[in-house]
Structures are given as C-alpha cells and as structure tokens.
Nanobody, 120 residues
Framework: QVQVEETGGGLVQAGGSLRLRCYPS????????MGWFRQAPGKEREFVAT????????NYTDSVKGRFTVSRNNVNNVMTLQMSGLKPLDTAVYYC?????????????WGQGTQVTVSS
C-alpha cells in the first residue's frame, strides 16, 4: 500500500555534508512513522534516525547525534536526512523505511537504498 524511494547518495570527503531524501507514495496517510537505516558491507543493518508523523518527534542512534538531522514535510511526508561532519565509518547503503506503527521493530515499508561513501 505504501512505497518509498531514497535519493541523494554519493561520494563525499570526510567532514563534508550530504542530504538524503525519501519519497513515499501510495496510501501515505496510513503511515505513523518513518526512519533511516544503514548497512555497511559485511555488517548488520542498523538504526540511524526516526521521526514520528504524528507529532514530529525524532530519535537518533548515539553515533550520529549532533551530526545528522531528520525532518519531514508535513504535507507530502517527504523525509530528509541532513548529514554533516561525515566520517568514513558512515559509509553504508542508507535505507528509508516507514510503518503504520510507532514501534521501530514493526516498520514494514522499505526502499531500495542509496549508497553513501565517505572518503578519508
């Protein structure tokens, strides 16, 4: 019922910035929350940030606090991840996800991912 697509990945120097966007389509009114996850080669997928579409509250994993900011457009629910102070360890495929529940464990709609590469 809902599809999401990520854009904005690319190559950036350490210390630089990059902006990712997630475009939901379909029955987007059913979404309660959206979030970002990432997976580096050979590593487990990890949570990055989430935002509630109900009240706008956000949550971040400790490693990106103060460097990444998640936001969304209240009309079309386009979600943005503004990344600054990027580090090589941020290199990963970044995925957009959404769900009808606020529980991150129950997110059910996933994008195909966009590659972020941070060089030293």
């Amino acid at each position: 019922q809902v599809q999401v697509e990520e854009t904005g990945g690319g190559l950036v120097q350490a210390g630089g910035s990059l902006r990712l966007r997630c475009y939901p389509s379909g029955l987007t009114a059913t979404l309660s929350a959206m979030g970002w996850f990432r997976q580096a080669p050979g590593k487990e997928r990890e949570f990055v940030a989430t935002i509630s579409l109900v009240d706008g509250s956000t949550n971040y994993t400790d490693s990106v606090k103060g460097r990444f900011t998640v936001s969304r457009n209240n009309v079309n629910n386009v979600m943005t991840l503004q990344m600054s102070g990027l580090k090589p360890l941020d290199t990963a495929v970044y995925y957009c996800a959404g769900g009808r529940t606020l529980r991150i464990e129950e997110y059910e709609y996933w994008g195909q991912g966009t590659q972020v590469t941070v060089s030293s």
